[in-house]
């Protein structure tokens, strides 16, 4: 499996990204994919998901009303939709393709060991 996460950047408090993670290598349709995020010092954690259907999707607190994530089967490709960004969303995001479902309770060397490279968010005035 490949994954290429993409669309980071610098944005002010309170402004908005949208993240790309394009998968190829896999049946696209038969994988959850699970948005992951680590800052400088700390453990790789859990952000979002959504199921292999797109019907169901799964967030950490800290996600739940500010972040969506969708995803676009023709295109093998899940969004992070982020608004309202904070200072302490800055870290590296990533993304996973696995069977696991829900990943909520679940740390992230309970999923695929395959990552990309991320995309870094630097949330700052």
């Known amino acids: 499996v490949q994954l290429v996460e993409s669309g980071g950047g610098l944005v002010e408090p309170g402004g908005s990204l949208r993240l790309s993670c394009a998968i190829s290598g896999i049946q696209f349709a038969t994988y959850a994919i699970t948005w992951f995020r680590q800052a400088p010092g700390k453990e790789r954690e859990f952000v979002a998901g959504?199921?292999?259907?797109?019907?169901?999707?799964d967030y950490a607190w800290f996600a739940k009303g500010r972040f969506t994530i969708s995803r676009d089967f023709p295109k093998n490709t899940v969004y992070l939709q982020m608004n309202g960004l904070k200072p302490e969303d800055t870290a590296v995001y990533y993304c996973n393709a696995d069977h696991r479902w829900p990943p909520t309770g679940h740390n992230s060397g309970d999923f695929s060991a395959q990552w990309g490279q991320g995309t870094q968010v630097v949330v700052s005035s």
């Open positions: 959504i199921d292999w259907h797109g019907s169901r999707t």
